[in-house]
């Protein structure tokens, strides 16, 4: 299976995320069946509709995790350009198109959205569509003061929209201890200090600077010199081009 999902909203990447599927699934690529790949949205609605014209066969997600656009909005920015009436028309006519049955996600925050009568919302909201909801115990991440629901709450809010004819399934934690869970995926080096930034792709513009007050052992083993801003090699006494320096860039990271 392939999920294609997260800070990367596969929509915001339209044409590069459906050449992905269509060479995937080829015989002549890895031979994957299309039913066996899932492509998650935050809820583009120009994006799902021309999405459905593609003749796929693959699964559609939608991050819901709310059952009204008041909410909605609290919890993802979205939400103010496309309201929830909208998407799930969208989400509907992908399945006409399709006969591909959705999947929508449902994240549980505390306090949030986690009670009986946002579950009672929520199976209002989504009766007449096809598909299932997948509920997620949310995962604490440092930009927010989220916190998970408790298990007794997961369960009254997944037997509630089961007993009202909504199927759902709660999704098995995993990677939380390394900040590899849903929600949690991060490039670690980003919350160091010491880190290189290439600040300019412009050719022949040297363009490393460092957040530290000396340039890393990396750069000194590839024999680089730090003068002022300006990083140049030890050899020439020559500023290098922006993408020469890049690849030293992506080593030093």
Excluded: W
Excluded at 74 to 89: H, R, W
Excluded at 199 to 221: E, G
């Amino acid at each position: 299976n392939i999920v294609v999902m997260g800070s990367g909203e596969p929509m915001d990447n339209y044409d590069n995320v459906v050449r992905f599927i269509r060479l995937i699934s080829n015989e002549k690529g890895l031979n994957i069946s299309q039913r066996n790949l899932t492509i998650s949205t935050c809820g583009i609605v120009p994006g799902i509709r021309k999405f459905a014209e593609e003749g796929l066969q693959v699964t559609l997600a939608l991050s819901l995790h709310a059952p009204n656009d008041e909410v909605r909005k609290t919890l993802m920015p979205i939400a103010n350009s496309f309201k929830l009436k909208d998407v799930l028309e969208a989400c509907h006519y992908y399945f006409e198109k399709t006969g591909r049955r959705l999947t929508f996600e449902y994240s549980l925050v505390k306090g949030v959205n986690d009670n009986l009568e946002e579950a009672k919302a929520l199976t209002e909201l989504i009766k007449d569509q096809h598909g299932h909801v997948n509920l997620i115990p949310v995962n604490p991440i440092k930009e927010r003061d989220y916190v998970q629901s408790d298990r007794k709450a997961i369960e009254q809010f997944k037997n509630y929209l089961e007993r009202h004819g909504i199927n759902a399934t709660v999704r098995r934690e995993m990677g939380r201890d390394i900040g590899g869970a849903c929600g949690q995926l991060r490039k670690s080096y980003m919350d160091k200090e010491k880190k290189v930034l290439l600040i300019s792709n412009q050719k022949n513009f040297t363009a490393i600077l460092t957040r530290q007050n000396k340039y890393p052992d990396s750069l000194r083993k590839l024999g680089y010199l730090r003068l002022d801003r300006k990083v140049i090699p030890r050899q020439t006494g020559k500023p290098e081009t922006a993408n020469h320096l890049f690849s030293y860039a992506s080593l030093c990271s």
